[in-house]
T-cell receptor, first 115, second 111 residues
């Protein structure tokens, strides 16, 4: 099992460019999450998907869109990148349906720099 | 007020000592509590989960939960240099899928 995989590992964008971060899990988990991690800010939830076909906003959704393509895949799109979106992005998954309370497993992260 | 608060540290302990990491949370409806370890440049990995008041032990790690005081802690016994990392506290309310993370405590174990 690969667990949670993310692509790309590193990315440099110019302001205004767009890109999609890809995430896939092979653990048959129902819930998937996108976080960003900034120095001194901890992990902050951008969007999550409790089950296939549903998505919900987290703490910091502005400037991002997501797609739960199927049960395995959950992508994060930056339509017009801004320097404030420079961060490390983590995808995570957990078995739980709505109700939460379950362990999250994290991918290796994508380090994004917006110039 | 942040949902989850931790002392950022850094916390330094000598090898073999007990490291004590603390976390407080604001929402009394929180039901699930997690400790993650994160090495520099790596992703968080789960160390412990705890759901009931009291202590839960797993090897050198003990998680302690006190819901009345809205407090959760992690004790690391016989600390090793390989325990040097940032420890993240996470809380979930069980009424939704949102997890709230603290900013993490940096631990250094000195050989």
């Amino acid at each position: 099992n690969a667990g949670v995989t993310q692509t790309p590992k590193f990315q440099v964008l110019k302001t205004g460019q767009s890109m999609t971060l890809q995430c896939a899990q092979d653990m048959n988990h129902n819930s998937m999450y996108w976080y960003r991690q900034d120095p001194g800010m901890g992990l902050r939830l951008i969007y999550y998907s409790a089950s296939e076909g549903t998505t919900d906003k987290g703490e910091v959704p502005n400037g991002y869109n997501v797609s739960r393509l199927n049960k395995r895949e959950f992508s994060l799109r930056l339509e017009s990148a801004a320097p404030s979106q420079t961060s490390v992005y983590f995808c995570a998954s957990s078995e739980a349906l709505a109700g939460g309370g379950d362990t999250q497993y994290f991918g290796p992260g994508t380090r994004l720099t917006v110039l | 007020q942040k949902e989850v608060e931790q002392n950022s540290g850094p916390l330094s302990v000598p090898e073999g000592a007990i490291a004590s990491l603390n976390c407080t949370y604001s929402d009394r409806g929180s039901q699930s509590f997690f400790w993650y370890r994160q090495y520099s440049g790596k992703s968080p990995e789960l160390i412990m989960s705890i759901y009931s008041n009291g202590d839960k032990e797993d090897g050198r790690f003990t998680a302690q939960l006190n819901k009345a005081s809205q407090y959760v802690s992690l004790l690391i016994r016989d600390s090793q240099p390989s325990d040097s990392a940032t420890y993240l506290c996470a809380v979930n309310q069980n009424t939704g899928n949102q997890f709230y993370f603290g900013t993490g405590t940096s631990l250094t174990v000195i050989p």
